[in-house]
């Protein structure tokens, strides 16, 4: 049957409906995909996922100082739509971050936000901090973490107790403070933005068992310390951040630092290059090996000894919270040392300097194979092979003070071990950076090299140490103690 002419005119205009119906709805769709940077017809847009939040750095409170908060949100499927993390106290939630992703599309978002509880006017209490994460899915799934903060603004105080400290560049000195008001999460001296932690005194001394709010600190003097522009103060700070600091009284003196230089010839460079190298290819140490020999052997020197220095910290990074050792130290071997800490060292090959540097120890250099002494009690820390240093011993006494035995032939200490004063821990030798007999030696605290001389002595020691112990004992027990 033959459609009239009214029929073909009306499905015709069916037709145009439709083709503009689309057109409009096409145009919509395209808009709406331009706006909101999502795509309707994948599978993302009806995904029901929700994002994934993590708190990276959270506080344990929040304090009198800023603290950081550290933030991360992720999606996998249909990406970020919003991110909004505020802290609530008594029903007054306060925005410390929101931010919307319209006009961009992000899977990952990582926030640094500092949170200042007295900027916020927050009250001492518990506040509670929210993070809450959208999605651009059809369902714009949500996450969100809580977390209840404790709010505390009292800061602890501290209080010095020895009243003088009298150092020199490259020794050690040691002070007792009370730290009152709060248990500090860690406290110490604080000295060219380093911090030597102190420990509880009643580990020093039986007489300090009963004042838990007494604490000692050993630190060093380092070599490189300027009076005129550094200083040393002591700080504390307590599980939720509130910090402070106290200046105590010390005098730094100076001194004078000899030079030394060492010239190797091409046979000894050589060797040491080679040994030097198959370390470093052993141990997975990046370093140039190739060209002129006194290039590449500063190269490895240089390479090696930062890495020798790196698995000495990590040997030491527990440092034992107990007095290990017993009076002033003693010497290794029985001879006297070839050189003084903190001399300033130049190692030459032919015309080029291959090396400068301070001392960081001292070296005994012996006729024959000699029995090492540890020099006074402690633990093993680390026992076995470095680059520069060798076959090498490294021993905790307590408090942050270690002791470094290096360039051995061999080692009779394991990992672990307690060693007594004047026990054998291993023999002399030419490991290492080494081309004659001997031991290299050093002390540490804190990790930082310090001149042996001052805990080879007997009167400094005396001086140092344990007249300040006495003197505490008498302020602070009242009486010469147990």
Do not use: C
Request: hydrophobic share 40%; proline share 5%.
């Amino acid at each position: 049957m033959k459609q009239s002419s009214a029929e073909r005119g009306l499905s015709a205009y069916s037709i145009f409906l439709l083709l503009v119906a689309g057109g409009i709805i096409g145009t919509g769709v395209f808009q709406f995909m331009k706006f909101t940077h999502t795509n309707p017809f994948s599978a993302a847009f009806i995904e029901e996922t929700a994002p994934v939040v993590t708190l990276d750095e959270s506080p344990l409170g929040i304090g009198a100082d800023a603290v950081a908060l550290k933030v991360s949100v992720h999606d996998s499927g249909s990406g970020l739509d919003e991110v909004i993390v505020r802290i609530s106290q008594r029903n007054e939630p306060k925005e410390l971050l929101r931010k919307s992703y319209k006009d961009e599309h992000r899977l990952d978002e990582t926030f640094q936000i500092p949170l200042n509880g007295k900027q916020l006017g927050l009250r001492e209490g518990n506040a509670e901090l929210q993070i809450l994460a959208f999605d651009r899915s059809l369902w714009s799934n949500g996450a969100s973490i809580s977390k209840s903060l404790p709010v505390n603004f009292a800061k602890p105080s501290i209080v010095v107790v020895t009243p003088q400290q009298n150092g020199v560049l490259g020794g050690s000195e040691l002070v007792f403070y009370k730290v009152l008001g709060k248990t500090p999460r860690l406290q110490g001296v604080v000295s060219k933005s380093a911090l030597y932690a102190g420990f509880p005194a009643k580990e020093w001394d039986p007489s300090f068992k009963s004042y838990d709010n007494l604490y000692v600190a050993l630190f060093p003097i380092p070599v490189d310390f300027k009076a005129e522009k550094d200083s040393m103060k002591i700080v504390a700070r307590d599980d939720i951040g509130n910090s402070t600091w106290a200046p105590f009284n010390y005098r730094v003196h100076d001194r004078r630092w000899s030079s030394t230089r060492t010239a190797l010839n091409d046979q000894n460079a050589e060797r040491l290059r080679e040994r030097l190298a198959t370390y470093a290819k052993g141990a997975g140490i990046q370093a140039q090996s190739s060209g002129d020999l006194a290039s590449s052997l500063r190269d490895l020197l240089r390479a090696v000894t930062a890495s020798d220095n790196a698995l000495i910290a990590e040997s030491l990074k527990r440092p034992e919270p107990r007095k290990l050792w017993t009076g002033p130290f003693i010497k290794p071997v029985g001879s006297a040392p070839g050189n003084s800490f903190g001399d300033i060292r130049t190692v030459t090959v032919g015309s080029a300097e291959i090396q400068k540097a301070q001392a960081p120890g001292v070296r005994f250099p012996v006729s024959s194979r000699t029995a090492v002494m540890a020099t006074n009690g402690g633990q093993v820390t680390f026992s076995g092979e470095l680059g520069v240093l060798g076959k090498t011993v490294v021993i905790d006494h307590g408090f942050g003070l270690s002791t470094v035995y290096g360039n051995l032939s061999e080692t009779s200490a394991p990992v672990g071990a307690l060693v007594a004063k004047n026990q054998p821990i291993g023999r002399t030798g030419n490991t290492g950076f080494a081309v004659t007999e001997g031991v290299h030696f050093e002390i540490r605290l804190h990790g930082v090299p310090v001149s042996p001389n001052e805990w080879w002595d007997e009167r400094w020691v005396a001086d140092h140490i344990d007249n300040k112990v006495a003197f505490v004992r008498t302020e602070v027990v009242g009486g010469a103690g147990e």
